[in-house]
Each structure stands twice: as structure tokens, then as C-alpha cells.
């Protein structure tokens, strides 16, 4: 598979993955703590990590928590009143860092 076209396709598969989590989010109540506790409870028992983050709105922030050794991944949004909620979690992480196209180029 062609490089950009492996790119445009993640990029569709992530932007399809925030609106199913923004509707999940909406209908069905988050696990959500004091960000303290979640991330002690992260790499308590998952032993993850922060690994990424970004800004998800104007009062909330959405960070990837992984471990290379389990192999375990979280995806967790906190609020502006330092809540933390674990939307989204899995197996099989993989850490990538595919290169940005070159300035001009067509994705």
C-alpha cells in the first residue's frame, strides 16, 4: 500500500474513531476519577505511560496511555475540573513514527 494513501487512511479511521467516542461518550457514562488517580491506576496495574496528547476541545485534553511491555492501551480525556475519563482501551500497541510529507505535497 502506498505510504500516503496509508496515511489518509489512518487519518479517516482516527477522525471516525473521536465521533464514535464522542457519541459513546454521550450515551453511556465514562469511567472518570481525579487525574491523579487514573493515571496511578494506569501504570499500576497496565504499567502505561503517557505516550501522546492534544487539545480536544476549549475545556479538555485527550492523552494515549501505553505499554510496550504489556502491550495494553488507553485513551483518556480530562476536564477543565481535572477529571479524568478512560474512553477508550485495547491490546497490541504500537508505537509509530511515519515521517510528515514534505511541504507542498499531496497527502
Known sequence: MHPSLSRKLFAL?????????ATQMAQAQAQCAPREEVTAHLADRYG???RAMGIAGP???MELYASDTTG????????ADGQMC?????Q??????????AKGEKI
Not at 479511521?13 to 467516542?21: N, P
Not at 478512560?86 to 485495547?90: E, F, N, P, R
Request: hydrophobic share 55%; aromatic share 10%; charged share 15%.
Open 13 to 21: 479511521s482516527f477522525g471516525f474513531g473521536a465521533v464514535i467516542l
Open 48 to 50: 502505561e505511560t503517557r
Open 59 to 61: 475545556d479538555a485534553v
Open 72 to 79: 495494553t492501551w488507553t485513551i483518556t480525556i480530562t476536564l
Open 86 to 90: 478512560m474512553m477508550a482501551s485495547g
Open 92 to 101: 497490541g500497541f504500537e508505537a509509530l513514527a511515519d515521517p510528515l510529507p
